[in-house]
């Protein structure tokens, strides 16, 4: 009688162990009826558009006065409207009145003027201080009305003016990059945060109070999932929802039922960065190898083996819409013209096959992170398509990138909107994401000009000259434009599958406030 006791004891621990259990990423709805959304994502360290532009999470939490709609065209959004001055180069923008802060306080012209002065701040080190490095003035006219002038025209302000506005009465006073906001952010945006704990997921709330109209979805779970090929297994076994996959991915969902495939066009492409900040590209014996080194490289091939065809070749930062120039050199692979090029730079193959110069030996490494497999992929394949030509290239799989210090690494960039965003700031000589320290003076002048003009058929034309130029000194060896690949379960409804994505997939959540779930 007593062994019974004890066993049915057991079973009764059990039964409510197993009742009040909730793994992570599992979702039990039945009896709230809760529309919970769970996204595999990558990690968060910090959340603030101000200083950090890549961040899928933004844009449901804050806005911007301007938006994009589904055609990546410039919208109204904290801004009702607004008017420009062209012949003092002023905007004046009128400002919604019924927006508040996830804490309740009223959004005010205030808040804006301090977070575009927070991103032009030096000590904030904002990765997107050069977009704004044309306003000279910033005037409040009232709680709902602000200007701003500018120095000189810069026609992809408006695009930039979709940043998400902070909280002046959070952050005043306050140190930006180190403040708790930043693991705890408060915005206008349709949700708000509820709970974040580290590295593994970040809860969202939908905001009851959104200016527009309050979202379908109740909940949006940030599951932290880095890896590819663990957000595919924990797609297929329902711990998330939706994620972004590697294109060999795709065949494990194509005969499962209840998920649906999105193959997304983006304008994101990938590349080899040859660092002059440091490493092996920094030394004068190197000038002149990005261009030899780009006829070495199959576009073709890698697309084919990596993406599995969903992509394109790529030769240019801008090839993906009227300002692209198909007519420069497109480094089309040719083994015999990449030595060729190579030895007019001075080198000759030594005894083991592998080109030298002044005792110095061409050879480098290409970086990739680890948590993105096709980022990784490529390094390996463009590692060894160098080595067949006489370059001693090594892939090096690192977990966080040494920007000073490495020789080359896999970049990505790539933007829908004005083409002045991923150029100007990646191209243009100091700026904040040029990460490789390239300089050309007739590339500054060029964008310098691009951003100022506002006739487009001009716009048209210097961009066809920035293209142009750069293929007398190669930033990079462009390799492909890449599809981003979405998998869902088949229930979620409203993604805007036809949208043209940005770096990094960025902007499936554009509409995020229609979606629903069935």
Request: proline share 3%; net charge negative.
């Given at each position: 009688?007593?062994?019974?006791k ?5 079973i ?12 992570a990423?599992s ?5 709230t009826?809760e ?38 065209k ?5 801004a ?14 009128k400002?919604r ?7 309740g ?6 808040d ?5 002065e ?14 704004y ?11 709902s009305?602000?200007?701003l ?9 408006l695009?930039y ?5 902070l909280p ?5 006073g ?5 403040d708790?906001?930043?693991?705890n ?9 509820k709970?974040?704990?580290?590295g593994?997921?970040i ?6 109070d ?17 890896d ?12 998330i ?10 065949p494990i969902?194509?005969?499962?039922k209840?998920?649906?495939t999105?193959?997304m066009?983006?304008?994101?492409y ?17 000038k002149?190898?990005p ?11 890698i697309?084919?083996?990596i ?8 030769y240019?930062?801008?090839?993906l ?7 420069i050199?497109k480094?089309?692979y040719?083994?015999y ?9 001075g ?6 096959g ?6 110095v030996?061409l050879?480098?490494?290409i ?7 096709v980022?990784?992929?490529m390094?390996?394949v ?7 030509i ?7 799989i ?6 000073e210090n ?8 790539g ?5 002045d965003?991923?150029?100007?700031k990646v191209?243009g000589?100091?700026?904040?994401s ?5 300089s ?8 310098q000009?691009?951003r ?5 058929d001009?716009?048209i ?11 007398k000194?190669?930033?990079?060896t ?10 869902s379960?088949?229930?979620i409804?409203g993604l805007?599958?036809?949208?043209v ?11 995020i406030?229609?979606?629903?779930i069935?």
């Amino acid at each position: 009688m007593k062994k019974m006791k004890i066993f049915l004891v057991l079973i009764m621990s059990f039964l409510l162990i197993v009742g009040c259990s909730n793994p992570a990423g599992s979702k039990d709805n039945s009896s709230t009826n809760e529309k919970v959304l769970v996204y595999g994502s990558n990690d968060y360290t910090s959340i603030n558009p101000a200083l950090y532009e890549h961040g899928e999470i933004n844009s449901l939490i804050f806005n911007g006065l301007t938006a994009h709609d589904k055609d990546n065209k410039i919208i109204p959004c904290l801004a009702e409207k607004w008017d420009y001055n062209e012949s003092n180069n002023t905007y004046t923008f009128k400002l919604r009145k019924n927006v508040k802060w996830h804490d309740g306080k009223r959004f005010t012209a205030e808040d804006v003027k301090f977070t575009i002065e927070s991103i032009m701040d030096p000590k904030n080190a904002s990765e997107i201080a050069s977009n704004y490095e044309d306003i000279i003035n910033i005037d409040v006219k009232s709680d709902s009305e602000i200007t701003l002038a500018l120095k000189t025209p810069n026609t992809a302000i408006l695009d930039y003016l979709s940043v998400g506005i902070l909280p002046k009465h959070k952050l005043e006073g306050k140190e930006l990059m180190t403040d708790s906001f930043n693991q705890n952010p408060v915005g206008t945006g349709p949700f708000k945060i509820k709970k974040w704990d580290k590295g593994q997921s970040i809860t969202l709330l939908k905001n009851e109070d959104y200016f527009e109209k309050a979202p379908k979805l109740d909940k949006v779970i940030f599951k932290i999932v880095p890896d590819d090929k663990a957000r595919t297994i924990q797609l297929k076994a329902g711990e998330i929802d939706l994620a972004q996959v590697a294109p060999k991915d795709i065949p494990i969902f194509k005969d499962q039922k209840g998920f649906k495939t999105d193959i997304m066009k983006t304008a994101d492409y990938r590349g080899i960065l040859y660092n002059h900040n440091g490493g092996f590209f920094s030394m004068d014996i190197a000038k002149g190898l990005p261009n030899a080194l780009s006829y070495a490289i199959d576009r073709d091939s890698i697309i084919k083996t990596i993406l599995l065809s969903y992509g394109e070749s790529s030769y240019s930062p801008l090839q993906l819409g009227e300002y692209n120039n198909p007519d420069i050199d497109k480094f089309e692979y040719n083994t015999y013209k990449a030595k060729e090029e190579i030895e007019k730079l001075g080198w000759k193959k030594g005894k083991d096959g592998v080109y030298e110069k002044d005792g110095v030996d061409l050879e480098f490494e290409i970086t990739a992170s680890e948590d993105d497999a096709v980022r990784v992929d490529m390094a390996k394949v463009c590692a060894q398509q160098l080595k067949e030509i006489g370059v001693n290239a090594k892939a090096t799989i690192s977990t966080e990138l040494d920007w000073e210090n490495q020789d080359a690494t896999i970049i990505g960039w790539g933007s829908p909107f004005d083409p002045d965003d991923h150029t100007y700031k990646v191209f243009g000589t100091d700026k904040g994401s040029n990460l490789s320290g390239y300089s050309n003076e007739n590339v500054d002048k060029i964008l310098q000009s691009a951003r100022e003009t506002e006739d487009n058929d001009e716009k048209i034309r210097l961009y066809k000259e920035f293209q142009s130029e750069i293929t007398k000194d190669m930033p990079y060896t462009f390799i492909a434009y890449i599809d981003a690949v979405y998998i869902s379960k088949d229930n979620i409804k409203g993604l805007n599958s036809d949208k043209v994505l940005g770096h990094h997939g960025v902007g499936i959540f554009s509409n995020i406030a229609d979606w629903d779930i069935n």
